[in-house]
């Protein structure tokens, strides 16, 4: 009943910038830590970014710091993740989700989620 759509992939170049959205539906997103995630047929998914929806903390994981930004907004029960100085390396599908818990630190991606979206893809290529 729950639902998460991503949107925002597309073909860039290295050193364009991307915004990704995931608009939840049937529920909403303030109640969960939001976590952005990325997978490369063959490799296993990788947590990216999480957002806790009960004190506003934040996580990136080393690779994308300095480089891409988390953020919700709460009337359009919609969150983000800007995606600046965009390397190969950051080439994979992308995912948001619905994490089960209420805060937002290194170890979110081992917690159990919600809802997963369907995934938006974003190639960064010359």
């Known amino acids: 009943q729950g639902q998460l759509v991503e949107s925002g992939g597309a073909l860039v170049q290295p050193g364009d910038s991307l915004r990704l959205s995931c608009a939840a539906s049937g529920f909403t997103l303030d109640t969960y830590t939001i976590g952005w995630f990325r997978q490369v047929p063959g490799k296993g998914r990788e947590g990216v970014s999480c957002?806790?929806?009960?004190?506003?903390?934040?996580y990136l994981v080393d690779s994308v710091k300095g480089r891409f930004t988390i953020s919700r907004d709460s009337t359009k029960n919609t969150a983000y993740l800007e995606m600046n100085t965009l390397k190969h390396e950051d080439t994979a599908v992308y995912y948001c989700?619905?994490?089960?818990?209420?805060?937002?630190?290194?170890?979110?991606?081992?917690?159990?989620?919600?809802?997963w979206g369907k995934g938006t893809l974003v190639i960064v290529s010359s």
């Open positions: 957002f806790s929806g009960t004190d506003g903390r934040t």
């Open positions: 989700a619905a994490v089960r818990s209420e805060v937002c630190n290194y170890g979110f991606e081992h917690y159990g989620v919600d809802y």
